[in-house]
């Protein structure tokens, strides 16, 4: 039984979305001059890159025909899928960060970098029928959570007080 068009694609997807996130972070940790900014962006950036390599060692078990894999390290987790990220009415976050961008500019960007992998995770364990593609899709979906949930009270700190946490 062949691996159809549309898993392969998310799956693409999913990597993109880590490697531009993990492009991202590493830029803003280069930007921004707070110890605290620069320590969080780096950790994301790795946090990213260990997602990427889950996904790819997924991809190539796929395009070898060995099917869904059980990914070391990946535990089964709870995360909710229903609920988004950003809560309703919330404006979109559609600018992307340009080099005299803010600190608060960046994290609005990374919150929408972790909200579009969160709600692609979040669909694709949804419609998984294997328990293997479930599994690391709700990883990688509570894993962009905690990053968005991170992200989030940087932002409110640094509005607020000027600093991050």
Do not use: C
């Not at 709870?78 to 919330?90: A, M, R």
């Not at 990374?110 to 579009?116: C, G, H, N, P, T």
């Amino acid at each position: 039984m062949g691996t159809s068009n549309a898993v392969m694609e998310a799956l693409k997807q999913a990597l993109a979305l880590e490697k531009s996130g993990q492009k991202f972070y590493r830029q803003a940790a280069a930007r921004t001059t707070d110890p605290k900014g620069k320590e969080m962006f780096g950790s994301l950036a790795d946090d990213e890159v260990m997602h990427g390599e889950t996904v790819q060692r997924q991809v190539d078990a796929l395009a070898r025909g060995e099917g869904w894999i059980v990914s070391q390290g990946i535990e089964a987790v709870d995360v909710d899928l229903e609920s988004p990220l950003f809560p309703e009415g919330k404006v979109e976050l559609e600018k992307a960060v340009q080099p005299d961008a803010s600190d608060l500019d960046a994290l609005l960007f990374a919150l929408k970098i972790e909200s579009d992998s969160f709600n692609l995770y979040a669909e694709q364990a949804k419609a998984a029928d294997d328990p293997n593609a479930k599994n690391l899709y709700e990883y990688l979906a509570a894993a962009e959570r905690t990053h968005f949930n991170l992200l989030m009270l940087n932002y409110e700190s640094l509005s607020s007080t000027g600093s991050f946490v």
